[in-house]
C-alpha cells in the first residue's frame, strides 16, 4: 500500500535533524531534552516539521490538513535558538513547532479565515490571547490548519473538514473517511506530525471528536480557563480553545501556555484562583488509584459496535488500573436541552460574528447578512457541497435581550450543569467517562456527515471540561474516551486520563 512504501522515505528525508531527534511521533520533552543537549535546534525541528507538511500534506496521500504555512517560522526559530544559546529559555513551548485552527488570529503574514474565501484579504492586525501566550512561552507558529468552514456552523447538512478555501481534510489513518469536525485539520495535522502539538477550538465536539478520529488527546476546558478574544466566535456561552497533542503530558503543557485571565475576555475573570502554574503536576501514573469513575450508558452508548465493545475494555482497564466503577451513572437531562442548545447558538452567531467582523479591517465582508450575499454570489465556490441555513436562521435572530434567548440559555445551562453535577455528587464520583464517538465514517459530499453519536454535549452545554484519550483501534480506526467533570476540574481530569494513557498505551500513529 502507498503508505507502507510513504514511512520509510520520509524518516530517511526528514530535514536536518538526526534520526534521533525526528519529530514523528515525538513529544515536547523529548525534543526539550534533544535541544538542551545541542542533538537539535529549533530550526532543525521546525525545518522537519515544515518538510513533513510539504512531503505528506502538499504531495503524497494530500491531507489537506495545512491551509498555510508561516514564511517566518524559520526566523523565529533561529531567534529562539539564539535565545537558548544566551542561556535563556522560557519554559517546555521554547522552540517547539505549534499548529493553530484557522479561526485563531494571528497579527503576521498568515490569513485569518475560518476557511471561508469571505474572510480572504487582509490578516488580522493583532494576534489572538491564546497566540500571544504561546509566542511568550517560546512556541513557534507554524502554520494554520484546514477546518470545517466556520468551524462547521454554515449548514446542517455540511461536511465536516471542508472549507472552500482547503477543500476537504482527509484522515489520515483511513484516507476515504472522515477526520470529523470541526477542528479536523489540526486534528489530522498533529496525528501525523506535522507539528509537535497543535490548538484546536470547540463548541460542542470540535476538539474532542477530530481528537478521537486522530488518536490524539484533546482537551476542551472549562469556559473561562482559556481567552476567546481574537477567536471568531459561535457562542459565548460554549466556545472554547484547546490542546490536540498526541500525549497527555504535552496537552497538559500547552493547557498551562494558553490558560490565563484576559480583560478582552469576561469569561475569563471567573477563572481567578483556578488557574494551575504547571498542569504537569498533575500527572502521576497511579491517579486512577482509589478514584471514583462512573459509566455513562444512556444515549452515549449503544449507536456503534465498535465504540462500546472499547469501552468495556476500557472499564476493564480501568478498575485493573486501580479505580472504582460505578456503572451506570449517566448523565442528566441529556436530549432535554437540544433544542434550547442549538437557539443559544444561533443568537450568539449572529452576535458575536458582527462584532468581530466590525474589528477586523481589509475585508470583503463585515457582518454576518454580509457574509450569506457572499455566498450566494459565489455559490459556484462557497456552496458546492452543502448550503448555510444555520447562518440564514441566526440572520433572523433578534439581540441577545430577547426573552426568546434568555430563557433558552437559561434552561440549557441549568439542565447541561445539573446533569454533570447531580451524578458527581449523588455518587461521590472524581468524572464521568464515555466513548467520545464512534470510529470515522466515510466523507461524503452528497449525503452529509454519518453522524452516529457523541457524547460531547453535556460538558459543552455546561461550559465544564472533557478530555478525550484514545481508548484502542476499531478496524485501524481510533476512539477515544473522553473523562468528564465539574468546573475547573482539568487538574483532577488531567491526572486521571494519564493513569489512564500510561496504563494501557493505545496511541499510535497513522500509517496513510
Same mark, same amino acid.
Given at each position: 500500500?502507498?503508505?507502507?512504501?510513504?514511512?520509510?522515505?520520509?524518516?530517511?528525508?526528514?530535514?536536518?535533524?538526526?534520526?534521533?531527534?525526528?519529530?514523528?511521533?515525538?513529544?515536547?520533552?523529548?525534543?526539550?531534552?534533544?535541544?538542551?543537549?545541542?542533538?537539535?535546534?529549533?530550526?532543525?525541528?521546525?525545518?522537519?516539521?515544515?518538510?513533513?507538511?510539504?512531503?505528506?500534506?502538499?504531495?503524497?496521500?494530500?491531507?489537506?490538513?495545512?491551509?498555510?504555512?508561516?514564511?517566518?517560522?524559520?526566523?523565529?526559530?533561529?531567534?529562539?535558538?539564539?535565545?537558548?544559546?544566551?542561556?535563556?529559555?522560557?519554559?517546555?513551548?521554547?522552540?517547539?513547532? *505549534?499548529?493553530?485552527?484557522?479561526?485563531?488570529?494571528?497579527?503576521?503574514?498568515?490569513?485569518?479565515?475560518?476557511?471561508?474565501?469571505?474572510?480572504?484579504?487582509?490578516?488580522?492586525?493583532?494576534?489572538?490571547?491564546?497566540?500571544?501566550?504561546?509566542?511568550?512561552?517560546?512556541?513557534?507558529?507554524?502554520?494554520?490548519?484546514?477546518?470545517?468552514?466556520? =468551524?462547521?456552523?454554515?449548514?446542517?447538512?455540511?461536511?465536516?473538514?471542508?472549507?472552500?478555501?482547503?477543500?476537504?481534510?482527509?484522515?489520515?489513518? =483511513?484516507?476515504?473517511?472522515?477526520?470529523?469536525?470541526?477542528?479536523?485539520?489540526?486534528?489530522?495535522?498533529?496525528?501525523?506530525?506535522?507539528? *509537535?502539538?497543535?490548538?484546536?477550538?470547540?463548541?460542542?465536539?470540535?476538539?474532542?471528536?477530530?481528537?478521537?478520529?486522530?488518536?490524539?488527546?484533546?482537551?476542551?476546558?472549562? *469556559?473561562?480557563?482559556?481567552?476567546?478574544?481574537?477567536?471568531?466566535?459561535?457562542?459565548?456561552?460554549?466556545?472554547?480553545?484547546?490542546?490536540?497533542?498526541?500525549?497527555?503530558?504535552?496537552?497538559?503543557?500547552?493547557?498551562?501556555?494558553?490558560?490565563?485571565?484576559?480583560?478582552?475576555?469576561?469569561?475569563?475573570?471567573?477563572?481567578?484562583?483556578?488557574?494551575?502554574?504547571?498542569?504537569?503536576?498533575?500527572?502521576?501514573?497511579?491517579?486512577?488509584?482509589?478514584?471514583?469513575?462512573?459509566?455513562?450508558?444512556?444515549?452515549?452508548?449503544?449507536?456503534?459496535?465498535?465504540?462500546?465493545?472499547?469501552?468495556?475494555?476500557?472499564?476493564?482497564?480501568?478498575?485493573?488500573?486501580?479505580?472504582?466503577?460505578?456503572?451506570?451513572?449517566?448523565?442528566?437531562?441529556?436530549?432535554?436541552?437540544?433544542?434550547?442548545?442549538?437557539?443559544?447558538?444561533?443568537?450568539?452567531?449572529?452576535?458575536?460574528?458582527?462584532?468581530?467582523?466590525?474589528?477586523?479591517?481589509?475585508?470583503?465582508?463585515?457582518?454576518?447578512?454580509?457574509?450569506?450575499?457572499?455566498?450566494?454570489?459565489?455559490?459556484?465556490?462557497?456552496?458546492?457541497?452543502?448550503?448555510?441555513?444555520?447562518?440564514?436562521?441566526?440572520?433572523?435572530?433578534?439581540?441577545?435581550?430577547?426573552?426568546?434567548?434568555?430563557?433558552?440559555?437559561?434552561?440549557?445551562?441549568?439542565?447541561?450543569?445539573?446533569?454533570?453535577?447531580?451524578?458527581?455528587?449523588?455518587?461521590?464520583?472524581?468524572?464521568?467517562?464515555?466513548?467520545?464517538?464512534?470510529?470515522?465514517?466515510?466523507?461524503?459530499?452528497?449525503?452529509?456527515? =454519518?453522524?452516529?453519536?457523541?457524547?460531547?454535549?453535556?460538558?459543552?452545554?455546561?461550559?465544564?471540561?472533557?478530555?478525550?484519550?484514545?481508548?484502542?483501534?476499531?478496524?485501524?480506526?481510533?476512539?477515544?474516551?473522553?473523562?468528564?467533570?465539574?468546573?475547573?476540574?482539568?487538574?483532577?481530569?488531567?491526572?486521571?486520563?494519564?493513569?489512564?494513557?500510561?496504563?494501557?498505551?493505545?496511541?499510535?500513529?497513522?500509517?496513510?
Amino acid at each position: 500500500m502507498t503508505g507502507m512504501k510513504l514511512i520509510p522515505v520520509l524518516l530517511l528525508a526528514a530535514g536536518t535533524a538526526s534520526a534521533s531527534t525526528s519529530v514523528i511521533e515525538t513529544s515536547v520533552v523529548r525534543l526539550q531534552r534533544d535541544m538542551a543537549a545541542g542533538r537539535a535546534t529549533s530550526q532543525s525541528i521546525t525545518q522537519d516539521s515544515l518538510d513533513r507538511i510539504r512531503q505528506l500534506d502538499r504531495a503524497g496521500p494530500r491531507l489537506n490538513a495545512v491551509l498555510e504555512t508561516n514564511p517566518e517560522a524559520l526566523a523565529i526559530a533561529r531567534a529562539l535558538d539564539r535565545e537558548r544559546k544566551a542561556g535563556k529559555v522560557r519554559g517546555p513551548l521554547h522552540g517547539i513547532p *505549534v499548529l493553530l485552527k484557522d479561526n485563531i488570529d494571528t497579527g503576521d503574514r498568515m490569513l485569518t479565515t475560518a476557511g471561508s474565501l469571505a474572510l480572504l484579504g487582509a490578516p488580522a492586525s493583532r494576534d489572538a490571547f491564546v497566540v500571544k501566550r504561546l509566542r511568550e512561552a517560546g512556541a513557534v507558529i507554524i502554520g494554520k490548519t484546514n477546518l470545517s468552514e466556520w =468551524a462547521n456552523i454554515r449548514s446542517s447538512k455540511s461536511t465536516s473538514g471542508w472549507s472552500a478555501r482547503g477543500g476537504q481534510t482527509k484522515n489520515p489513518y =483511513a484516507l476515504a473517511r472522515n477526520p470529523c469536525g470541526s477542528s479536523s485539520g489540526t486534528g489530522a495535522a498533529i496525528a501525523s506530525s506535522f507539528a *509537535v502539538v497543535g490548538v484546536g477550538t470547540e463548541t460542542d465536539g470540535s476538539i474532542v471528536c477530530p481528537s478521537s478520529a486522530a488518536g490524539l488527546v484533546g482537551i476542551k476546558p472549562t *469556559v473561562g480557563l482559556v481567552s476567546r478574544s481574537g477567536i471568531i466566535p459561535i457562542s459565548r456561552s460554549q466556545d472554547m480553545a484547546g490542546p490536540m497533542t498526541r500525549s497527555v503530558a504535552d496537552a497538559a503543557v500547552v493547557l498551562t501556555a494558553i490558560a490565563g485571565v484576559d480583560p478582552d475576555d469576561a469569561a475569563t475573570q471567573a477563572a481567578q484562583g483556578h488557574i494551575e502554574a504547571d498542569y504537569r503536576s498533575f500527572l502521576k501514573t497511579d491517579s486512577l488509584k482509589g478514584a471514583r469513575i462512573g459509566v455513562a450508558r444512556k444515549r452515549v452508548t449503544g449507536y456503534s459496535a465498535h465504540a462500546d465493545r472499547l469501552f468495556e475494555q476500557a472499564i476493564a482497564d480501568l478498575k485493573r488500573l486501580g479505580a472504582e466503577i460505578v456503572d451506570p451513572a449517566d448523565f442528566g437531562h441529556m436530549g432535554d436541552y437540544d433544542e434550547e442548545e442549538l437557539e443559544v447558538l444561533l443568537y450568539e452567531l449572529k452576535a458575536g460574528l458582527n462584532a468581530y467582523l466590525a474589528r477586523r479591517t481589509g475585508l470583503p465582508v463585515h457582518t454576518l447578512e454580509d457574509v450569506i450575499a457572499f455566498n450566494e454570489r459565489n455559490a459556484d465556490r462557497e456552496m458546492r457541497w452543502f448550503g448555510q441555513d444555520l447562518f440564514i436562521k441566526a440572520q433572523a435572530k433578534g439581540p441577545l435581550t430577547d426573552q426568546a434567548y434568555l430563557k433558552a440559555a437559561q434552561k440549557a445551562r441549568r439542565l447541561a450543569r445539573a446533569g454533570i453535577d447531580d451524578v458527581l455528587a449523588q455518587h461521590k464520583l472524581d468524572a464521568i467517562v464515555a466513548p467520545t464517538g464512534s470510529p470515522a465514517w466515510l466523507t461524503d459530499h452528497v449525503n452529509g456527515d =454519518a453522524f452516529q453519536g457523541a457524547s460531547s454535549a453535556p460538558a459543552a452545554v455546561a461550559g465544564y471540561p472533557n478530555i478525550t484519550v484514545p481508548m484502542g483501534f476499531a478496524m485501524g480506526l481510533p476512539v477515544g474516551l473522553s473523562f468528564v467533570g465539574t468546573a475547573w476540574s482539568e487538574g483532577k481530569l488531567l491526572g486521571l486520563a494519564y493513569s489512564y494513557e500510561q496504563g494501557t498505551r493505545h496511541r499510535r500513529g497513522p500509517r496513510f
